[in-house]
């Protein structure tokens, strides 16, 4: 079991190809995250041979549906041993409250967190979806939402993570993704920063990909990201 902050992004789009970057790194040194297309097209199959492998597991599907349909869903996803497991905060408090509800009436012990808003969405974005406000005061809302509906954390961008510690407190579980280490290059993220200076903000949880599965030595990338955190 891992207590290292650092979550590893398989975004794969294949089981055999996840698995090659699985057997390269360190259960004891990260967790990792299975998203949309390496589930779709792998199931079940690739949580039972990560788990087999010892890493904890954060199933990144973003349920997002009738309050019944998604409390199935992250039943679902709990009953297979995944460490966490979110859903779309856009949802609204009865789809977020039931999902809570079911694990818990379960004896699940699964971390039920929520998406705010994706970190690839700008104040423009929101505006073409009819939301009047920015990125920031989207996220407040929507984690002061989550927080209330009982699960135990949201989603966020670096940026976001120091005032939601401020309004939501310090466990209340802040997973960030769009983080870059200070060797790694931007791509498409709009909201990013290093490791280092994401956990000083109050992130506790970091979703990194790219700069260490594209690495040439996945470990290496992974103990230089530990450095910088140190």
Not at 57 to 79: M, S, Y
Not at 143 to 162: I, K, M
């Amino acid at each position: 079991m891992s207590e290292s902050p650092l979550i590893i992004a398989l975004d794969y789009p294949s089981l055999d190809a996840a698995l090659c970057m699985a057997d390269q790194l360190d259960p004891a040194r990260c967790r990792l995250k299975v998203g949309k297309e390496l589930y779709t097209r792998s199931g079940p199959a690739v949580l039972e041979a990560l788990h087999g492998r010892g890493f904890e597991v954060f199933l990144d599907l973003k349920f997002h549906d009738i309050p019944n349909t998604v409390a199935g869903a992250v039943q679902a996803a709990a009953e297979q041993g995944v460490w966490m497991v979110n859903v779309h905060a856009g949802g609204g408090r009865k789809m977020m409250e039931a999902a809570a509800e079911r694990l818990e009436k379960n004896g699940l012990a699964t971390h039920l967190i929520a998406v705010t808003v994706l970190t690839s969405l700008q104040e423009s974005d929101l505006q073409e979806v009819g939301l009047s406000c920015t990125p920031a005061e989207q996220v407040e809302r929507l984690a002061r939402l989550t927080q209330q509906s009982g699960l135990q954390g949201v989603v966020c961008s670096a940026q976001e993570a120091a005032h939601l510690k401020t309004i939501c407190g310090d466990s209340f579980l802040k997973v960030t993704p769009g983080i870059r280490p200070s060797f790694a290059a931007v791509n498409d993220q709009q909201r990013i920063m290093t490791p280092s200076k994401a956990i000083q903000a109050g992130s506790t949880h970091l979703v990194i990909g790219r700069p260490v599965t594209q690495a040439a030595d996945p470990m290496e990338a992974l103990t230089a990201i530990e450095a910088e955190l140190a």
